[in-house]
């Protein structure tokens, strides 16, 4: 069973660049058939998928959020990680890593999901 | 992008009665190639994150007690619960995953009654 736990700082000033990281433990990241996703979720409010990367080192990101997200890979270490960059108030939110199976589709693992709070 | 809208936002059952939930997309996610439903519900506990309890409208994930139920086609879905139990106070989220980017409900929050 695969299991995920994001890390990074929780406090992120605004215009700067927000990363996290996801560590993949139960298999490998490397492994055929899985997609790892980042998902947001703001206090009190519903769910944002911000964007995946695969195998091949493909990614595909939501249209709201492309121009500011790079998800990345680490194979050595067993990571992917997410890179948003001008970070402002709105980007407040408690992001989590998930994973697809066999196609992009529903998330069938998650972390546990961390704050990250956008202030001066 | 797909529009998920799931009725009502809250919810109040009693223990042991059944609670049901809607979901709406604004365009259809039946794929006609293989007649499946890119519809997926998940519930989510205060301070956890959302786990997934059914897939393609109406497949149940392993581990998840067979009171939860999905059901519907195309645009119009249903969660089910049967008989509630303390343990289901949740907010529960439908999402599409027909096409990217991948979208969710807005939640309906369910308590006891």
């Known amino acids: 069973q695969v299991q995920l736990q994001e890390s990074g700082p929780g406090l992120v000033k605004p215009s700067q660049t927000l990363s996290l990281t996801c560590s993949v433990s139960g298999d490998s990241i490397s492994s055929g058939g899985y997609y790892w996703s980042w998902i947001r979720q703001p206090a009190g409010k519903g769910l944002e998928w911000i964007g995946r990367?695969?195998?091949?080192?493909?990614?595909n990101y939501n249209p709201s959020l492309k121009s500011r997200v790079t998800i990345s890979v680490d194979t050595s270490k067993n990571q992917f990680s997410l890179k948003v960059t001008s970070v402002t108030a709105a980007d407040t939110a408690v992001y989590y890593c998930?994973?697809?199976?066999?196609?992009?589709?529903?998330?069938?693992?998650w972390g546990q999901g961390t704050l990250v709070i956008v202030s001066s | 992008d797909i529009v998920m809208t799931q009725s009502p936002d809250s919810l109040a059952v009693s223990l042991g009665e059944r609670a049901t939930i809607k979901c709406k997309s604004s365009q259809s996610v039946l794929y006609s190639s293989n007649n499946k439903n890119y519809l997926a519900w998940y519930q989510q506990k205060p301070g956890q994150p959302p786990k997934l309890l059914i897939y393609w409208a109406s497949t149940r994930e392993s581990g998840v007690p067979d009171r939860f139920s999905g059901s519907g086609s195309g645009t119009d879905f249903t969660l089910t619960i049967s008989s509630l139990q303390a343990e289901d106070v949740a907010v529960f989220y439908c999402?599409?995953?027909?096409?990217?980017?991948?979208?969710f409900g807005q939640g309906t929050k369910l308590e006891i009654k």
């Open positions: 998930a994973s697809e199976w066999g196609a992009p589709g529903f998330f069938s693992y």
């Open positions: 999402q599409q995953y027909y096409s990217d980017p991948s979208t």
């Open positions: 990367i695969y195998l091949s080192g493909g990614t």
